[in-house]
């Protein structure tokens, strides 16, 4: 797996294989905290950096916010455990059943159901 971020767009990709679209549902659907570590080799462009991992927390917020941490170079998913299972099957869905290097958008919209206003975009790609 792999995490490029540019801040000043801000922009996220998750380019990734099934088998690690199938081990990032499981982290969103585990209770308190998951961690994943990711690939930093290669050259990021056209991106401005990797990101070191991701971070899973289950709990307290309503729906999903999705940020990136300077401080410790990582993508986090954090809200309540049904809003992130709703991602989860996204996410799922996509890792089965999508064509190779394909990719799926997840952003926020006017009343979206399971994402929070402040929660960055994110491509995901499969690899």
Known sequence: MKLFYSATTPEVAV??????YRALTE??????QARMH????????????????????????????????????TLEFRGCGA???MLAVNVASFGAEADMDSHS?????EGHFYLEKDSLPVVFELH
């Open 27 to 32: 982290a969103l659907r585990t209770p308190g």
């Open 105 to 109: 958008h997840e952003e926020y919209y």
């Open 83 to 85: 809003s992130l299972a």
């Open 15 to 20: 380019l990734a294989t099934r088998e690690e």
């Open 38 to 73: 990711a690939s930093q080799e290669g050259n990021p462009e056209p991106y401005a950096a990797f990101l070191q991992g991701i971070v899973v927390t289950c709990g307290g917020e309503e729906r999903v916010s999705v940020i990136v941490n300077p401080e410790c170079s």
